[in-house]
């Protein structure tokens, strides 16, 4: 098998060698290929193969060299021979010259004649040259008259300077050179108003098309911003590629460019002139393009036409800046786009303040950023419609501001102000996935339970990163850092809580409809939502990457606008709270002439206190020392309005029953202010809401006159908070009644001088009253 193997081998051999052999040197490759791709070891056994072919032919040439040796020897004997021929011929040619040269003199004899002859002839051909040299004038001046009747000016006014600096010069002392010569001034002039007119021409045609030409330009412009978003490789808008516009199958410049130069032809006082007019209609025309429609901020489109018509304008400039020579120069485009820059913020500013939609305003800011980035692409100076853009930044703010003020109160106007009840797991988690609410006690409450909050916390919290995603959405593509970002999204963010927020709660807590249970929800809301600021703050983190901890970064108010709007609405807690005590008390009907008590408290003070318990049940989720402020805000309203009722001026007489049993209302005050209607107060803290009033009554009830006039003024006094004013104004309603019921009747059948004794304690405490006054 092997031997097989070998034989095979072998033959392959053979059969590669005589390939190599036979096949052209470029063609080699393949067949060389074949050794390395057979069996292993078939690149040695080849090798040895093609060194024994190498040998066989070495032999072979050795042969042949030994073959031809003997002829070559015998060719250079040969050669050796030849020598004395080449010698024998070298006489015969020098023999062959002498004989030559003496035939050759009767041949220069006979070439002077025709010396002769020629000069004659060249004489004859200067003469017909001089005469030629008319047809070609007479040709090119045809051939000029018939451009000016095809209307090709250029070609005519280089036929002119071939005629003026060529041809006419050369016969000029013709007279029919001379009347060319003085016609063709007249020619260039009707060529010189022709180019004028096509320069009126392009002007008009450029204007009208500019706006086609801005709008290819922010198109190219625009594609190039989403590409570079989609790459994310923004690079301020350089590397734009000017795009080439056409007008009827001509750039738009090409007959400016005739036109000047001809102009150009024509001289340089033409070309001031040319350049002069240029100058001052594009002039005008750019007056035209700034000038903005009236109800240009009522529409995109209105701003967008805007922007074409300049864009457009621009670019024909810059192309004829950098097109033609002197036309124009980068100093009056610079002092054009300057005029231009402040036309176009001046109207900007003012149409965009009367911007109110907030998308409108958003779609303006994309295209005030397309707009300067596809001038700046063309070399113009777009640093001022940046700036611009901070403006309209604050406009866009201010308008997303009332647009979101409209969201939370609808938001209010909507909410149930209950907490909200969850009944199964899923519909927990769809409010913790829109509110970060957290609480290991509800948590571990069974299904259906209720979460503190109303039904608004988790929408204003939405909302609120809504109008951060709105806010974000501006600051994009102004070429700022992301920490600027940030700062404006939080403090854009701050006037959201602080102004906009805080304005509807402010606005809400003060609505008629906005009940006592309503304002704890309310309060219980706020509590909620100043606890979420710090994930606000962290949703933004997240969106600019940019740490909280940074030394510029502003902090969110939420802390600050939250308790101002629970400070309003525990305000307005305590107000309605006295209002419905002042409800109450509206209702009280008492005899002051009752000869004596109804021996228990009035219906219209038990309505009252049963409406405080149960009123002061729902406290119980507020924070507690709201509550408590709220208990005695409402004790101390209530001792006030029934101190004023015993005192009220148009109430001239009070008898010793009705005394009595405005005292059984106030013992019925007093047992409510210490069963403890609200937890977290001190002993009877409650309770001296009332002291004025008990102090009062128990100095009639008891008629402890002495002990009150003994003890006046000093610290120890049992009637300390009794003034003497108070006291005297009440006594004398009792004095005036006692003269006509005989209330103090028992006192004058035991002691008429008890009547006297009334007098007299009358008569002190109006001196008393009078000192105070004095001393006041």
Not at 452 to 468: L, T
Not at 725 to 751: C, G, P, Y
Request: neutral net charge.
């Amino acid at each position: 098998m092997a031997d097989n193997e070998s034989v095979e081998c072998i033959t392959e051999h053979e059969r590669i060698l005589q390939e190599i052999e036979s096949t052209d040197t470029a063609c080699v490759g393949p067949t060389l290929r074949s050794v390395y791709d057979d069996q292993p070891n078939a690149h040695k056994r080849f090798m040895e193969k093609l060194e024994v072919r190498i040998r066989n032919h070495d032999r072979e040439i050795e042969k042949m060299c030994n073959f031809h040796h003997q002829g070559f020897v015998d060719a250079i004997t040969e050669l050796l021979k030849v020598r004395a021929d080449a010698e024998k011929l070298m006489g015969q040619v020098t023999d062959t010259n002498r004989r030559l040269q003496d035939a050759g003199r009767e041949v220069t004899a006979q070439t002077e004649e025709v010396i002769r002859c020629r000069i004659q002839q060249r004489n004859m051909t200067t003469t017909v040259e001089r005469l030629q040299l008319c047809i070609p004038v007479l040709e090119m001046y045809s051939k000029l008259k018939e451009q000016l009747e095809s209307k090709r000016y250029y070609a005519a006014l280089k036929t002119m300077e071939q005629l003026e600096k060529v041809y006419i010069p050369r016969v000029s002392r013709y007279r029919f050179c001379q009347i060319m010569a003085e016609n063709l001034p007249k020619l260039r002039e009707d060529i010189k108003d022709i180019s004028m007119s096509d320069l009126k021409d392009f002007l008009e045609s450029i204007r009208k098309h500019s706006d086609k030409i801005g709008e290819t330009a922010m198109k190219q412009a625009q594609q190039h911003r989403t590409f570079n978003s989609v790459v994310q490789k923004h690079d301020s808008g350089m590397g734009y590629t000017k795009p080439v516009y056409s007008l009827n199958g001509r750039t738009p410049t090409q007959p400016l460019f005739h036109s000047l130069y001809f102009f150009i032809l024509f001289g340089p006082g033409d070309r001031e002139t040319f350049e002069n007019y240029y100058r001052k209609q594009r002039k005008k025309q750019a007056r035209l393009v700034l000038q903005p429609q009236s109800n240009m901020q009522e529409t995109v489109e209105g701003y967008r036409r805007y922007f074409n018509q300049i864009v457009g304008f621009f670019l024909v400039e810059d192309h004829v800046l950098h097109s033609t020579q002197g036309l124009l120069t980068r100093a009056f485009t610079d002092e054009l786009w300057n005029m231009a820059l402040s036309k176009i913020t001046a109207v900007l500013r003012t149409h965009s303040s009367y911007c109110s939609d907030p998308d409108l305003v958003l779609q303006l800011k994309n295209l005030i950023v397309i707009f300067a980035d596809t001038l700046q692409g063309y070399g113009y100076p777009v640093n001022r419609l940046f700036d611009l853009l901070f403006e309209i930044r604050d406009q866009y703010n201010e308008t997303l501001l009332k647009k979101w003020a409209l969201v939370f109160r609808e938001i209010f106007e909507l909410d149930n102000y209950s907490p909200i009840p969850v009944e199964t797991e899923e519909e927990y988690k769809s409010v913790v996935s829109r509110f970060p609410f957290h609480d290991a006690e509800i948590e571990k409450q069974d299904f259906p339970k209720k979460l503190p909050m109303s039904q608004s916390v988790p929408q204003i919290y939405v909302q609120v990163k809504e109008f951060i995603y709105a806010s974000l959405k501006f600051s994009e593509s102004l070429h700022r850092s992301w920490t600027e970002i940030d700062d404006m999204l939080r403090k854009s963010t701050n006037l959201l809580l602080t102004r906009t927020l805080s304005g509807c709660l402010q606005h809400l807590t003060k609505k008629p409809h906005i009940g006592l249970t309503e304002l704890v929800q309310i309060i219980i809301n706020t509590t909620h939502l100043e606890q979420a600021c710090k994930y606000l703050e962290d949703f933004i983190t997240n969106i600019t990457n940019v740490s909280p901890e940074t030394v510029h970064t502003t902090r969110l108010y939420g802390l600050s606008t939250f308790k101002d709007a629970r400070h309003a609405a525990e305000g307005e807690i305590y107000t309605k709270l006295n209002q419905k005590i002042d409800e109450f008390i509206q209702l009280a009907d008492y005899d002051w002439g009752m000869p004596e008590s109804d021996g228990q408290a009035s219906g219209y003070l038990m309505d009252l206190i049963n409406f405080l318990r149960s009123t002061f049940q729902v406290f119980t989720h507020l924070p507690g020392k709201v509550a408590q402020t709220a208990c005695m805000s409402a004790c101390k309203h209530l001792s006030t309005s029934l101190m004023q009722m015993v005192l009220d001026s148009e109430l001239k007489q009070i008898s010793m029953g009705a005394v009595q049993q405005f005292n059984l209302d106030v013992i019925q005050c007093e047992l409510f202010a210490s069963s403890e209607p609200v937890p977290g107060f001190q002993g009877d803290t409650l309770q001296l809401a009332f002291i004025d009033l008990r102090q009062l009554l128990d100095l009639f009830m008891v008629w402890d006159w002495s002990t009150y006039l003994a003890d006046y003024g000093q610290p120890t006094s049992k009637y300390l908070r009794v003034n003497p004013s108070t006291a005297l104004a009440l006594l004398e309603k009792m004095k005036d009644t006692s003269k006509k019921n005989n209330i103090f009747s028992q006192f004058r059948k035991n002691d008429r001088d008890k009547q006297k004794l009334i007098e007299t304690v009358v008569k002190q405490l109006r001196s008393l009253v009078n000192g105070m006054s004095q001393h006041s």
